[in-house]
């Protein structure tokens, strides 16, 4: 089960962040080490609660992490700026893995919010971005949302019209995204820091790659999977 590695993953991360030197994501985390919280999993009072505010039901996977493992998870991280990088990973400068019961509300309007700006229908905001339920807001503005299909895969939705990775799938469901993650030490959410990761619209973040495995050995990030 891909939850029970999670917390070896995190050790790793924790102690790769250490010998790089890496401190906090975000200005306010600058001077301080990088951030590890893990809340306890959620009651189904709670996942109900949420899901009476939304009006929708969250989508299973996402729920069985909110239940099984946590309900809110805030993991970043960020190197010197002095770091100097291999050529594959120049612009990965910092990671996060983060999701939060609480927020979905927020999340969800500033989804909605985006649908209402374009309101015309158009290949580029008709297709990836309709049918979907939000799970992060990234840094840049872009958004990380589930696909309410069959499939329920994890998606990137640029909104800037940058289709790099646009509409690409990170995970085959929300559970599997945060499993491909860890394998990479939570690389950031910007398009520019997963792009190393990603060979096609369905490919998923490529955890067994020449690029994953250049990026884990110069990291230091050591998984059982590595030995």
């Known amino acids: 089960m891909a939850i029970s590695h999670w917390p070896a993953r995190w050790d790793a991360l924790r102690r790769a962040c250490h010998d790089r030197k890496a401190t906090g994501r975000w200005a306010e985390g600058a001077a301080k080490p990088p951030r590890f919280e893990i809340a306890p999993p959620a009651t189904d009072r709670e996942v109900n609660r949420i899901e009476r505010k939304l009006g929708c039901a969250i989508p299973s996977s996402l729920r069985k992490v909110f239940l099984e493992y946590s309900a809110a998870t805030r993991i970043e991280w960020a190197l010197p700026e002095e770091t100097v990088r291999p050529e594959p990973f120049r612009q990965i400068w ?75 799938w990170l995970g085959r469901d929300f559970e599997d995204y945060v499993d491909r993650l860890s394998q990479l030490g939570c690389v950031g959410s910007e398009d520019w820091q997963l792009k ?27 998984l059982a999977s590595d030995a």
Request: proline residues 6%; hydrophobic residues 35%; aromatic residues 14%.
């Open 94 to 168: 910092s990671g996060e893995c983060r999701w939060d019961l609480a927020s979905l509300p927020e999340l969800l309007d500033t989804y909605r919010s985006w649908l209402e700006i374009f309101p015309e229908p158009t290949d580029f905001w008709d297709g990836p971005w309709q049918n979907k339920f939000p799970v992060l807001e990234v840094g840049n503005g872009d958004m990380l949302a589930i696909d309410l299909g069959e499939q329920q895969a994890v998606v990137y939705l640029s909104h800037e019209g940058d289709d790099s990775v646009h509409g690409y």
């Open 196 to 222: 190393p990761f990603v060979s096609g619209s369905r490919s998923l973040l490529e955890t067994d790659g020449a690029n994953a495995r250049h990026w884990r050995e110069w990291f230091g990030l050591r």
